[in-house]
């Protein structure tokens, strides 16, 4: 078994199309410890593709997870050797995405109807390198809900050696449903990963699915050993402001919003050549939650969005926080 090297009490979900390099530099610049993730990475692509380009990131980001799709030891086993060499911290399989097209790739959550292949991908991950090798995966997928099914996957998984198992606690529905409607349609049954943690108290669990406040997340770690959010930070970063104090006793610290503004913009600037427009700009979409008069501030950000004015979207952010 292997021993882990990070502390999970609190990690940014994978989110693709939202956790870019972009967003996680934002998201350290307001917490130093949460665990942050990549977007899924097809091993096929890392195999195929131009790693170097897929696996870029800023320095400051770390620690990161890099989050892998696939099913074949070997593309797997060469993901880890890649994720050691651009300096990730972890590595972690995925089993939880429902998309059609990922299934068809067989990744995902298809593979939750596969426990031995699981175990033989993630057993030849943990051979490769001493980086936390993890899996996220769902708590059913179609027919197969009931706890024993659960239950049995983990144990089979378990057999491999992972130590850390991040779980979404409502099953998969690959018939039928887009991985949106996944996200909320099936019904978040959290009882199934307290009574996995029960019975696998030497395993690490964290929860995932559904929190949506700093409270809630702590109700939680009464029963396992951490918690993941995506979509509550997606909508708005600053939910980050507290984590360091919260879940790993660091001092509180008030964060200053001008300051993570301008240090996002020299960002920014400093990679409007080299990043896309979309991916540096839509990060800066989030930090308006819950502003009063936010509809309208949205509708000009978008607009100079659009017209790629970076000055004037600086100035607008700045004017806003100092009101
Ligand atoms: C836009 C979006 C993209 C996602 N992409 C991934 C992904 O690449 N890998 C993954 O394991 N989960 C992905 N998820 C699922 C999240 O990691 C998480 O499991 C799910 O949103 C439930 O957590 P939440 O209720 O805190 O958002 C994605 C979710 C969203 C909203």
């Known amino acids: 078994m292997q021993n882990l090297n990070l502390n999970y009490n ?20 307001i917490s130093s410890e949460a665990i942050l993730f990549t977007e899924m990475i ?8 131009d790693h170097e380009k897929l696996l870029k990131k800023q320095s400051l980001e770390s620690p990161v997870v890099l989050q892998v799709g696939g099913s074949n030891s070997d593309l797997l086993r060469y993901s880890t ?9 972890g590595i972690n399989l995925n089993v939880g995405c429902p998309s059609k097209k990922v299934s068809q790739g067989k990744m995902g959550a298809c593979l939750m109807k596969e426990a031995s292949l699981v175990k033989e991908c993630v057993s030849s991950m943990i051979k490769e390198s001493s ?7 769902r708590i059913g997928v179609d027919e197969f809900e009931s706890y024993d099914f659960f239950k049995e996957f983990i144990s089979t998984v378990a057999e491999s050696g992972c130590k850390i198992i991040f779980v979404h606690a409502r099953k998969a529905f690959l018939k039928g449903l887009d991985p949106k409607k996944n996200r909320t349609i099936p019904p978040l049954k959290y009882e199934f990963v307290h ?18 406040s700093i409270e809630e997340c702590h109700t939680q770690l009464k029963y396992v050993d951490g918690v993941m959010v995506g979509r509550a930070i997606q909508a708005n970063p600053f ?4 984590i360091d104090n919260e879940f790993y006793g660091k001092d509180l610290k008030t964060i200053d919003k001008i300051f993570i503004v301008k240090k996002y913009f020299n960002y920014i600037k400093n990679n409007v050549e080299s990043v896309s427009t979309y991916e540096l700009l839509s990060p800066l979409l989030a930090l308006c939650f819950g ?16 017209a790629r004015d ?6 607008t952010y700045l004017n806003l926080l100092a009101a």
Not at 239 to 242: A, G, R, Y
């Open 81 to 89: 050797n890649l994720a050691n060499q651009y300096s990730y911290q």
């Open 42 to 49: 097809a091993s096929q692509a890392l195999y195929r593709g």
């Open 291 to 306: 502003v009063p008069g936010s509809k309208k501030f949205k509708q000009q950000v978008n607009d100079l969005i659009r």
């Open 10 to 29: 609190f990690s940014v979900a994978p989110m693709m199309g939202v956790t870019t390099s972009s967003a996680r530099y934002m998201y350290r610049l």
């Open 131 to 137: 980086i936390d090798v993890s899996l996220k995966c």
């Open 310 to 315: 970076i000055k004037s979207l600086e100035n």
């Open 239 to 242: 939910f980050l402001e507290k």
């Open 195 to 212: 009574q996995i943690k029960q019975d696998y108290p030497d395993l690490k669990f964290i929860m995932n699915g559904g929190l949506n």
